[in-house]
């Protein structure tokens, strides 16, 4: 009896597309009879279902990963001592909820993300054939697709999809779809003979099927070489498991920002305790200081704030047709430097459409892609009458009907994408499929290199030929010249208008007819001799219009493109040229294989057009430009682009000619498949990081404002005896502020229009940080623009209320905390305001530019006005109406924080802070 475990490839050091079918046979110990039903069965026990299997991480695991978190770590031990001191008395219950609240918001909205991100895995194993028909002890069965073992045959019919790795052993004309794996958009005929060379990508292995690829013509026999976890399909799996995104640029430069923002609360609220013990103050009270000074200067609502600016650029992008399905890529596209482009489909129309024809010793230009039948016929760049050049309309015809594609007036054409190309360049010349009538055919054979039709035309009947080029010419005797006259052919002229074709990555045919006598009904190879040729069409998948303008506002940007491709050199160097993608070089999977770290960098520093790469080139070309702190936005449509797109900072998959599995392995998908719609897409990713730059700018000084409040406090409290009674604000103001600004004043930042030339200018740096010069000087001048004068009028007005040291009238100090109350909020407005742009004067913005800043600062008015007119209101956030004749001081609060920003501005701009800096 054979042994139930068989060599494999690796095992015998030889690829399996090298051997021959006997070796093949051989090395898999089985014959053509295919294998005996019972070593099946004991193969199945040693290698296990054709199925791909997943470890999957437990809902509750991922669930309490979204706490590992500096910022919710402080947040949550926030909450906890402000609960503990809620319990003491201190009525801080509303802090430890909202606090709480927000912690728990953040981690349902992580789990949900981190969940879509095990949908790749899913969808891949969705993907696998079900059932198939082998050949098993020289009986043909059908079986379930996860009972195949290595040496079982298949037997595969056109419309069959691959379940399993195979080696063919015989084809008749087999045409495999592989664009999922390769993205090659034209179907690859595949033969049983022996292939040379080594490290071939699969899109080179041309006796080789793929478990998911699917023939669309043809049949053929094909021998089970790995299955499951060991096929192509299976390996990119687990590259698509294994696969790391890492944390985005938005993501590390928060957790830079909170790490650093912890550690100075925690440090000054630990000083702020000690400073208080020290000058003699209660042990409780010094305590208290420090948890309201914490409380004051950790954003709570930072969080919130983030995902809100995010959602709302998700919302935007969507309207773009770019839907983001990771929060984090709303921004990071705007920090992209690096766009890795798969070509068909994204840069290209995914349709072949015929560009150029040779007839009559001219070459024309044919306008119009895809499927549209409009177009231009250009002879030297002017519209041509195709009726007055009988050689062209003779090679239109010739195309257009010796030709099994169908067009439909609604819906996609059917057929071989090349055939399909030469119905729309014929239907350009309003040729009409019901006009002539087919007789025969002789199918295109892989052999023959042609496809023959008999056709009868208003009872005149024709043989018309198509094929390549060198074999239809063998056929020809004569050819037409402009007028549409027979000559003697001119082959060497046809062959190098070929060879130019060829040049430019295009897909030639040559095209001939022969009329017949009227009583010839059949068609036999013997007649395909002493044609005459009409001429050549050469087709490709052209570029998207929209894409090449795109690659041109790219290098306007500052990003770089760069397309990666399973086709073939030629024609990803034509392609790119005609984008404007720098092409003088062009890298082969084969040559990225083996190289160095260093080496790979070298090459995709210099490199922008990779072809023919496999599934792990893609992936190492976004890990070598991501180790070098370039940010990597990686497109794909396929299976085989999985891997990469979980692994770049930025995987963008295909809404329309997209895998679920690519789907699923993506951050953002396109809705339209357009490249253009990356760039839109950035725009508004720089427009987020920008609003959300705003958003910080605005919450920490105010924040810093209230925390300096505190600190003032403590600090004055044994020279002035009003701050030792009460703080400026009671804690549950703080919140109350906090919340508010929170809602009505910071997110409606988020709604400031874009401002101009955010895509004239290269992206930021990845070391650019949060916390820099210009943070600082924010934080520290407009926190005592805003807690100074708040300071001082709490003074001025409540220092009557403590004599002695003992309060003696508390209805006056709650009124003087009442006015400081009211002069933060006013001191609020005069700083958002300006803060609507980071570096523009207030001056040069339009009053009305943003009508949600104002309906928050009015609803924000209203809002605190509650107090006033609700007494158990005015209770719980301890405030109380105050004279009148307060007032005109309280609103000159509005001014110093407005005139600081603006001072701040107009000193940038002079370079006065970069002057220092160097100086420094």
């Known amino acids: 009896m054979q042994n139930k475990s068989v060599n494999n490839e690796q095992d015998v050091g030889i690829p399996w597309y090298q051997m021959d079918e006997d070796a093949v046979l051989k090395t898999l110990e089985t014959s053509r009879l295919g294998l005996d039903p019972e070593l099946a069965r004991e193969r199945q026990q040693h290698y296990g279902a054709n199925e791909l299997q997943f470890k999957k991480t437990p809902a509750w695991v991922r669930f309490l990963r979204q706490f590992n978190d500096p910022m919710v ?39 949900v993300q981190e969940g879509k991100a095990e949908g790749a895995l899913d969808a891949l194993r969705n993907m696998m054939v079900q059932e198939c028909l ?59 003979h022996a292939l040379q060379g080594t490290d071939l990508v699969p899109g080179d292995q041309r006796n080789m099927g793929f478990s998911g690829t699917y023939l669309t013509r043809g049949s053929a026999l094909a021998l089970v070489v790995a299955i499951g976890a060991k096929t192509v399909f299976g390996q990119i799996a687990g590259l698509v498991q294994a696969a790391d995104s890492g944390t985005t640029p938005l993501q590390k430069k928060m957790q830079e920002f909170v790490h650093t923002l912890i ?20 042990v409780s009270y010094s305590f208290l200081g420090a948890i309201s000074l914490v409380v004051a200067a950790i954003p709570e609502m930072l969080p919130a704030l983030v995902t809100s600016i995010l959602a709302l650029s998700c919302t935007v992008m969507a309207r773009r047709k770019a839907l983001i399905r990771k929060l984090p890529a709303a921004e990071t596209l705007g920090a992209t430097s690096v766009i890795c482009s798969d070509k068909t489909g994204t840069l290209t129309e995914n349709r072949m459409t015929v560009t150029h024809i040779f007839a009559g010793g001219q070459v024309y230009n044919v306008t119009g892609s895809g499927e549209a039948i409009e177009g231009k016929f250009l002879l030297e760049n002017e519209a041509q009458d195709v009726h007055a050049h009988p050689a062209l309309l003779q090679t239109l015809y010739t195309g257009f009907y010796c030709n099994n594609a169908s067009l439909t007036v609604h819906g996609p054409a059917t057929g071989d994408p090349t055939e399909i190309a030469l119905r729309v360049s014929g239907a350009k010349a309003e040729l009409k499929i019901e006009s002539v009538h087919r007789c025969t055919e002789i199918p295109f054979d892989s052999s023959t290199k042609y496809m023959a039709v008999l056709v009868k035309d208003r009872e005149q009947p024709y043989i018309l030929v198509k094929g390549a080029p060198e074999m239809v010419v063998s056929m020809c005797a004569t050819q037409l010249n402009e007028k549409g006259e027979q000559e003697p052919i001119d082959r060497e002229q046809v062959l190098a208008a070929a060879k130019d074709f060829a040049g430019d990555a295009l897909r030639t045919l040559a095209f001939a007819i022969l009329p017949v006598t009227s009583d010839c009904n059949d068609l036999s190879h013997d007649q395909l001799e002493g044609l005459c040729l009409a001429g050549l069409q050469g087709m490709i998948d052209p570029p998207k219009q929209s894409a090449i303008e795109a690659v041109a506002q790219c290098k306007q940007a500052g990003i770089r493109t760069v397309m990666i491709t399973g086709d073939h050199p030629d024609t990803a160097q034509a392609v790119a040229r005609q984008l404007g993608i720098a092409a003088d070089q062009v890298m082969t999977g084969t040559e990225l294989t083996g190289l160095s770290d260093e080496e790979l960098f070298q090459a995709v520093k210099e490199v922008s057009v990779f072809a023919r790469v496999a599934p ?14 370039l940010v990597v936005a990686m497109t794909g449509d396929g299976v085989n682009d999985a891997p990469a797109l979980k692994v770049a900072d930025i995987g963008i998959a295909m809404g329309v000619s997209g895998t679920e599995v690519a789907k699923e392995a993506s951050d953002m998908i396109l809705a339209d498949d357009n490249f253009a719609t990356i760039v839109a897409a950035v725009e508004e990713g720089r427009h987020a990081w920008n609003n959300l730059r705003k958003a910080i700018l605005y919450t920490l000084p105010t924040n810093a404002a209230q925390a300096l409040l505190i600190i003032g406090a403590i600090l004055m409290a044994s020279f002035i005896p009003v701050f030792s009674v009460r703080f400026v604000l009671e804690p549950v103001q703080i919140l109350w502020i906090n919340l508010l600004d929170s809602v009505l004043l910071t997110m409606p930042l988020m709604m400031e229009a874009k401002e101009k030339g955010l895509l004239q200018s290269p992206p930021r740096s990845s070391h650019v940080r949060i916390i820099d010069a210009l943070f600082l000087r924010r934080v520290v001048f407009i926190g005592l623009a805003i807690s100074v004068p708040s300071f001082l009028l709490y003074y001025y007005f409540g220092a009557a209320a403590v004599v002695d040291g003992k309060l003696v009238d508390p209805l006056l100090l709650t009124q003087a905390q009442t006015a400081a109350f009211w002069a933060i909020l006013l001191a609020h407005f005069g700083y958002v305001l300006s803060a609507r742009s980071v570096d523009r004067s207030i001056f040069t913005l339009s009053p009305v530019g943003n009508p949600w800043l104002l309906a928050g600062i009015a609803l924000s008015l209203l809002i605190r006005l509650i107090p006033t007119a609700i007494p158990e209101a005015a209770s719980l956030f301890k405030t109380a109406p105050f004279p009148a004749e307060w007032w005109p001081l309280i609103l000159c609060c509005f001014f110093p924080s407005l005139i600081m920003i603006e001072l701040d501005k107009f000193l940038g701009k002079l370079g006065i802070f970069r002057v220092a800096h160097r100086r420094r």
């Open 73 to 111: 770590i402080i947040l949550l031990i926030t909450a906890l001592i402000t609960g503990v001191l809620t319990a003491m008395g201190h009525h801080m219950l509303p802090d430890t909820l909202v606090i709480g609240g927000v912690v728990i918001l953040n981690a349902i909205l992580g789990f």
């Open 134 to 192: 082998v050949v098993r002890a020289g009986n043909q069965q059908q079986i379930a697709a996860r009972d195949l073992v290595p040496g079982d045959i298949v037997v595969l019919e056109g419309g069959n999809k691959i379940p399993a790795d195979v080696r063919f052993i015989e084809t008749n004309n087999a045409y495999i779809d592989e664009s999922s794996l390769t993205g090659e958009s034209v179907p690859v005929q595949k033969s049983s």
């Open 263 to 282: 550690i100075v609360i925690l440090i000054i609220g630990g000083l702020n305790f000690l400073i208080g013990v020290y000058l003699g103050y209660q």
């Open 616 to 629: 792990e080139h893609k992936q190492h070309i976004a890990e070598s430009l991501r180790s070098h702190d």
